[in-house]
């Protein structure tokens, strides 16, 4: 990375520098990409138009479906190469190619891997969450679904509350942070639910200097776990990312893009 220095342009002092790869938006997808690309080397810049990052992505349940998972195990579920495409097949015409289908089923389970291993954000596999389509050739009963495990949001310092805030809707009380296992567990009233919910609500009042500050979870979870996780492993590369910086024009070379 190397930076140029300022100059005035317009009457406005503009700031030059110079990155590898430029990540506009700080959704799953931007994050990610910037993880990567900054794993492989290179230099990164993330860029947000808003005050605060993770848009739709922090507000999500951050649930993914990957088939053939390295997870599914620890539910007692098998899955192969074959089932997995034999059902996304069935369920999606002819727009999507036998390839795109192949390069989805063997390289999301390398994503997850990745994810682990470069980041605090770790998922499990959902037991009983089967797939949509059950009179499908190659429906799993369960497995695929994976759930962010919370993170603790505390090392984000006040960074954490430059992110967007979990719905209330997705809260307990609307307030108390909880993941979509425990969620689950405490809407259908299973075995157990009395204590799920006691330990997150005790956790969230037992957070002294968090309550002293606000009402807002420092326990991360669903989106908030996600998009937490991932910035917590930018930090620690050290990714620089802009609040507040809408890119307004690209810069081309030719057919290359240079500059924003």
């Known amino acids: 990375m190397g930076t140029h220095g300022t100059h005035v342009k317009g009457g406005m002092m503009v700031r030059e520098e110079t990155y590898d790869v430029v990540v506009v938006g700080t959704g799953a997808g931007g994050l990610f990409a910037a993880l990567r690309a ?12 808003g005050a605060q990052f ?6 999500s349940g951050a ?4 088939p053939n998972n390295d997870l599914m195990a620890a539910v007692g579920t098998t899955d192969s190469r074959e089932e997995a495409f034999e059902y996304l097949r ?14 989805y089923i063997d390289n999301a389970p390398q994503m997850l891997r990745f994810l682990a291993e470069a980041s605090p954000v770790q998922f499990i596999a959902v037991e009983g969450y089967a797939d949509y389509y059950p009179d499908l ?17 505390r090392p984000m310092g006040k960074s954490l509350y430059d992110m967007v805030e979990t719905p209330r809707q997705s809260k307990a009380m609307g307030m108390v942070a909880m993941s979509i296992v425990e969620g689950s567990a405490i809407l259908a009233t299973v075995p157990g639910w009395k204590k799920i919910l006691a330990r997150i609500f005790l956790k ?15 326990r991360l979870t669903q989106g908030n776990a996600l998009i937490g996780g991932l910035w917590m492993a930018l930090r620690e590369r050290g990714v620089p990312l802009w609040l507040n910086a809408p890119v307004k024009e690209l810069i081309r070379e030719g057919d290359r893009v240079t500059g924003l």
Do not use: N
Not at 38 to 49: I, P, Q, T, W, Y
Not at 54 to 59: C, L, Q, Y
């Open 63 to 66: 649930s993914l479906w990957i």
């Open 54 to 59: 993770g848009g739709t992505s922090a507000k």
């Open 204 to 218: 969230y009042f037992l957070d002294i200097p968090g309550r002293l500050r606000g009402a807002r979870d420092r």
């Open 137 to 153: 050739p190659g429906w799993k009963s369960g497995g695929r679904a994976l759930d962010a495990l919370p993170i603790d949001g």
């Open 90 to 103: 069935t369920l999606i015409d002819d727009q999507i190619s036998d390839q795109q289908i192949h390069t």
């Open 38 to 49: 900054a794993c492989l080397g290179k230099s990164v810049l993330v860029l947000e138009k």
